[in-house]
Structures are given as structure tokens and as C-alpha cells.
T-cell receptor
Framework: AQSVTQLGSHVSVSEGALVLLRCNYS??????LFWYVQYPNQGLQLLLK??????LVKGINGFEAEFKKSETSFHLTKPSAHMSDAAEYFCAVSGYNFNKFYFGSGTKLNVKP | GAGVSQSPSNKVTEKGKDVELRCDPI?????LYWYRQSLGQGLEFLIY????????KSGLPSDRFSAERTGGSVSTLTIQRTQQEDSAVYLC??????????????FGNGTRLTVT
């Protein structure tokens, strides 16, 4: 079975501080992994994706994520938080032998001035 | 190019009425997904289309929910005899080739359904 776990439904950081949003996946086959961001009253926007190329993936808005197979993790990071990063972030997994995208429950990021 | 378009953006309906939600995917995207997002909840998978066929309807919560896709393009999600627990944001997403090729989902802005 495939699943995604996001640790921490709410994360709060100060502006300029490191952002770390955690995602662990469970997949019986090599996965494709994605991070999405959702701003209020909008759909989900793709931040970045891992599709078995480089394990360190750079995305938009200065975010990046590292695929660690040994830890079954795909944590999202950004060196310096900006107020505009306040949003909800979703990790998702899919794979070549199943037709669903499995989403985590989301992490709301709050950025304090 | 145009992204995924959903209409209406907001819908208020009375309990017991039927509603239709429309999704226009990105041109050329063969896969189309419907998800439901309830207040404070994550994304709940409803149904997946590859072309006009729906190989996976496992997420539809009851037989009041149905969906179709025509011409490999536009999809309609229909909810019959709406109930208050159907209130949620319904998100549509399309993908170039489904999950098997690593293609990401592209989401619309959703339809916010409120059942009074």
C-alpha cells in the first residue's frame, strides 16, 4: 500500500528562518514524489517533483527537497522564509504501477514577522 | 496556455437538490482526477479518468455521486440529492499521462459547494 505522512499539521517560523516541512512515504516500488502549495481560495500549485533523476530537487520560490530512499523521506526546505510563503503544503506520491496520487494531510506554514 | 478551469467557482444549493460541477482540463491531458477537500482536511480522492473511461471510481462516497468525461476533455461531477456533509471544495486536476509516467497533476481553483 502507498501512503504519505506529513509530520506537523502546523509549522510556525520567523521571517528569514529555515523552513523544514517533513514528508515520509510508504511505497512498495520506486515512487514519484511531489510537493504542492495551496494559497487560500486557490487550487494546488506544483512546487517541485522527484522522478528518479537527481535526489536533490530544486523547485520554485527557492524551495528544494531531497529524496532519501534509506529514510523513505522527501522533506521540503527553504533557507530563508518569506512572509509570502505562508500557505498550506502537501506532499504527494505516485508510481508507475498505480493510477492514484496519494496526498499527505498537509502542513500549514505560518511565517511570523 | 490555459490551465485547468472549473465552474462554477462557488455554488450554494439547498439540501436535496442536484448539482453539476464542470472541469475543463489542460488541452492534451489524457488523465483527469476529481478530489474533495473538506474544511481543514486533506485531499480525498474521488475518481480518475483516462480518456473517457474511469478505471478507478473507488473514491466516490456514495451512489449519489457520479462523473463522466466526454471527448477526452470536459468532465462533469454530479451530486444528486445533496446533503450538508457534501459541503466542500471540489478540485479537478489533469495530467499529461496519469501517475505512471511521473507527470504531475495540474489543479484548477476548485468549486466551493455549500449545501444549506
Amino acid at each position: 500500500a502507498q501512503s504519505v505522512t506529513q509530520l506537523g499539521s502546523h509549522v510556525s517560523v520567523s521571517e528569514g528562518a529555515l523552513v523544514l516541512l517533513r514528508c515520509n512515504y510508504s511505497s512498495s516500488v520506486p515512487p514519484y514524489l511531489f510537493w504542492y502549495v495551496q494559497y487560500p481560495n486557490q487550487g494546488l500549485q506544483l512546487l517541485l517533483k522527484y522522478t528518479s533523476a537527481a535526489t536533490l530537487v530544486k523547485g520554485i520560490n527557492g524551495f528544494e527537497a531531497e529524496f532519501k530512499k534509506s529514510e523513505t523521506s522527501f522533506h521540503l526546505t527553504k533557507p530563508s522564509a518569506h512572509m509570502s510563503d505562508a500557505a498550506e503544503y502537501f506532499c504527494a506520491v505516485s508510481g508507475y504501477n498505480f493510477n492514484k496520487f496519494y496526498f499527505g494531510s498537509g502542513t500549514k506554514l505560518n511565517v511570523k514577522p | 496556455g490555459a490551465g485547468v478551469s472549473q465552474s462554477p467557482s462557488n455554488k450554494v444549493t439547498e439540501k436535496g437538490k442536484d448539482v453539476e460541477l464542470r472541469c475543463d482540463p489542460i488541452s492534451g491531458h489524457t488523465a483527469l482526477y476529481w478530489y474533495r477537500q473538506s474544511l481543514g482536511q486533506g485531499l480525498e480522492f474521488l475518481i480518475y479518468f483516462q480518456g473517457n473511461s474511469a478505471p478507478d471510481k473507488s473514491g466516490l462516497p456514495s451512489d449519489r455521486f457520479s462523473a463522466e468525461r466526454t471527448g477526452g476533455s470536459v468532465s462533469t461531477l454530479t451530486i444528486q440529492r445533496t446533503q450538508q456533509e457534501d459541503s466542500a471544495v471540489y478540485l479537478c486536476a489533469s495530467s499529461l499521462a496519469g501517475s505512471g509516467g511521473g507527470s504531475p497533476l495540474h489543479f484548477g481553483n476548485g468549486t466551493r459547494l455549500t449545501v444549506t
